[in-house]
């Protein structure tokens, strides 16, 4: 009888190795696989890569891990062309072939000529008396406070020079 009752020592060592083994064994029935760039060897972070079990997202340096069980993935990404893959001929690392981005013309679609549109565009492109004045005030000369005050006053009592006052006369003088 007493051989069927085992010691509580050895009943903790031998579940602790049966736990051991379990864990041992799903650590193993995973791959670790990175994805690189065919041309610059780097590693492209951000694919997608889809099992029929699972998908998964290669972090920011192309690594990611799938199931032993898996047999093909398909991986993607937006810069390059899509791949599928069967795991029995893969290594380590899966590279990817980057997507020609060249444009040889092109097209654009507009909708005619809007006033309403021009209107808003002009306004909203144009500089303010007192923005371009600001703009092309220097600092290390001080601050004009006439010319400040020219723009701040109204037009009808500003002081007008003799140029515009001749002028006005030349337009007077033609009406009659």
Sequence with gaps: M??????????????FIMVFAAIATSVSAQRR??????????PVGGANVVSKD????????????VSDSTKTLV??????ESRIVNLSEVRDTV????????????????????ADRLKELKKRLTIDKTERQ??????????????LLNYVTPRKWRKKSKQQKKAE?????DEY
């Design 54 to 65: 699972s998908s998964v997202v290669a972090d920011s340096l192309g690594w990611f891990t």
């Design 95 to 114: 590279y990817l072939i980057s997507k020609l981005l060249s444009v040889e013309g092109v097209v654009v679609f507009g909708h005619g000529k809007n």
């Design 75 to 80: 991986l993607s990404h937006v810069n390059y």
């Design 134 to 147: 600001l703009m092309t005030a220097d600092p290390s000369r001080g601050i004009d406070l006439l010319g």
């Design 2 to 15: 007493e051989c069927l009752l085992l010691h509580p020592m050895k009943a903790f060592r031998i579940f």
């Design 169 to 173: 006369l030349r337009e007077k003088l």
């Design 33 to 42: 696989l990175v994805v690189a760039d065919v041309e610059t060897l780097l």
